[in-house]
């Protein structure tokens, strides 16, 4: 059981570019979500989905992309990436209404 | 919308002290969930420990353990015997119990906590 993964670790993008980052799980939880966690501001939900091909958005979305085709991957798109989507993310996954939440490890974005 | 406050950004304790962290909410909601999490430089995501609001017993893990106070809507931490591996980020998170958005959680802004030998 790998639990939640999440790809790249660390990544580097310049103003304008596209990316996708990864977000898998094993334990086929149907809940899935996105945060994003900047300095004294904690942790903010970009986009959410309950199940394959649901999704929703959470409190931060502009600027951010998601599909969900299978239960196990949930990526997330930046499509024109900005200084201001310098943050890191984590991805997280629960049986739907279950209490404890599993959060992957993290992808730290710097964009130039 | 619920929001999380956590009115402390930094706290330092003494090994083998104790420590309290605070953390206030706003609901109108009767039933939801409360967490605390620890984030190590790591930046991996703990669950500490968990309360349900219909429960009034203050929920308990080994050293940790929380003051749930349901009408004044505050919910703190308080850590015994604090060892240097409790040196981490801390925060206070709240959850829905039921509805289409109930498994998302609204996080408080974080207590960085320091643990002096």
């Known amino acids: 059981n790998a639990g939640v993964t999440q790809t790249p670790k660390f990544q580097v993008l310049k103003t304008g570019q596209s990316m996708t980052l990864q977000c898998a799980q094993d334990?086929?939880?149907?809940?899935m979500s996105w945060y994003r966690q900047d300095p004294g501001m904690g942790l903010r939900l970009i986009h959410y989905s309950v199940g394959a091909g649901i999704t929703d958005q959470g409190e931060v979305p502009n600027g951010y992309n998601v599909s969900r085709s299978t239960t196990e991957d949930f990526p997330l798109r930046l499509l024109s990436a900005a200084p201001s989507q310098t943050s890191v993310y984590f991805c997280?996954?629960?049986?739907?209404?279950?209490?404890?939440?599993?959060f992957g490890p993290g992808t730290r974005l710097l964009v130039l | 919308a619920q929001t999380v406050t956590q009115s402390q950004p930094e706290m330092s304790v003494q090994e083998a002290e104790t420590v309290t962290l605070s953390c206030t909410y706003d609901t109108s909601e009767s039933d939801y969930y409360l967490f605390w999490y620890k984030q190590p430089p790591s930046r991996q995501m703990i669950l500490v420990i968990r309360?349900?609001?219909?429960?009034?017993q203050n929920a308990t893990e080994n050293r940790f353990s929380v003051n749930f106070q349901k009408a004044a809507k505050s919910f703190s931490l308080k850590i015994s015997d604090s060892q240097l591996g409790d040196a981490a980020m801390y925060f206070c998170?709240?959850?829905?119990?039921?509805?289409?958005?109930?498994?998302?959680?609204?996080f408080g802004e974080g207590t960085q906590l320091t643990v002096n030998p």
């Open positions: 998170a709240y959850r829905s119990a039921g509805g289409t958005s109930g498994s998302r959680l609204t």
């Open positions: 334990m086929n939880h149907e809940y």
């Open positions: 309360q349900e609001a219909y429960k009034q």
């Open positions: 997280a996954s629960s049986y739907f209404l279950e209490e404890t939440q599993y």
